[in-house]
């Protein structure tokens, strides 16, 4: 398993603000991914964050409102652009290794937005 | 394309008593399918996983999945509930590949003295 290292753990934010959380591994992982949850809700991918090149998004959701960097196969931060109050939710980035079929999440972004 | 559908938003049990937390999943390959406790406040933390091998899978803390093709299902159960299992659980399922994992809508587990 990894090691994961979000910052940071909470936050609350004013609307039409921008937040960046990181995401940091303590070994190298050939797969990064970013995920929403929503209050009482499941997660919900939000991109795949790609070493060295752009990320690929799911459905709903668009680089000028989420933009993801992956410098390295052991970081990468997710930004919340122009925030607005649906946007408070829990952020997780989960890594893994391809062929190993499991996930491992970091104890996830708490984001408030006021 | 695959999906997994958690039939139970909410399972209430008492200590001691046995659980079942039911998974159903749609899939076009051979998937791999996962569970996941997310306690309050805190990341999601693999339970165990079917990656094709054993279709019965044993897990942390005392839970076992079974897969089952025929019934495309991957139901959760432990033999006796503990207080400390009072969490939301995850059924999820990856079709291969360097895709991310498709999550279930969770299941609430409450644990009853």
């Known amino acids: 398993s990894a090691v994961i290292s979000q910052k940071p753990s909470r936050d609350i934010c004013q609307r039409g603000t921008s937040l960046t959380i990181q995401c940091q591994v303590d070994s190298q992982v050939t797969m990064m991914f970013w995920y929403r949850q929503q209050p009482g809700q499941s997660l919900t991918l939000i991109a795949t964050a790609n070493q060295g090149s752009e990320a690929t998004y799911e459905s709903g959701f668009v680089i000028d409102k989420f933009p993801i960097s992956r410098p390295n196969l052991t970081f990468s931060t997710l930004t919340v652009s122009n925030m607005s109050p649906e946007d408070s939710s829990i952020y997780l980035c989960?890594?893994?290794?391809?062929?190993?079929?499991?996930?491992?999440f970091g104890e996830g972004s708490r984001l408030t937005v006021l | 394309a695959q999906s997994v559908t958690q039939l139970d938003s909410h399972v209430s049990v008492s200590e001691g008593t046995p659980v079942l937390l039911r998974c159903n999943y749609s899939s076009s390959y051979s998937p791999s399918l996962f569970w996941y406790v997310q306690h309050p406040n805190k990341g999601l933390q693999l339970l165990l996983k079917?990656?094709?091998?054993?279709?019965l899978v044993k897990g942390i803390n005392g839970f076992e999945a079974e897969f089952k093709k025929s019934e495309t299902s991957f139901h959760l159960t432990k033999p006796s509930a503990h207080m400390s299992d009072a969490a939301e659980y995850f059924c999820?399922?990856?079709?291969?590949?360097?895709?991310?994992?498709?999550f279930g809508k969770g299941t609430h587990l409450i644990i009853q003295p």
């Open positions: 079917y990656t094709s091998a054993a279709t």
């Open positions: 989960s890594v893994g290794q391809v062929g190993a079929g499991e996930l491992f």
């Open positions: 999820a399922v990856s079709g291969g590949g360097a895709d991310g994992l498709t």
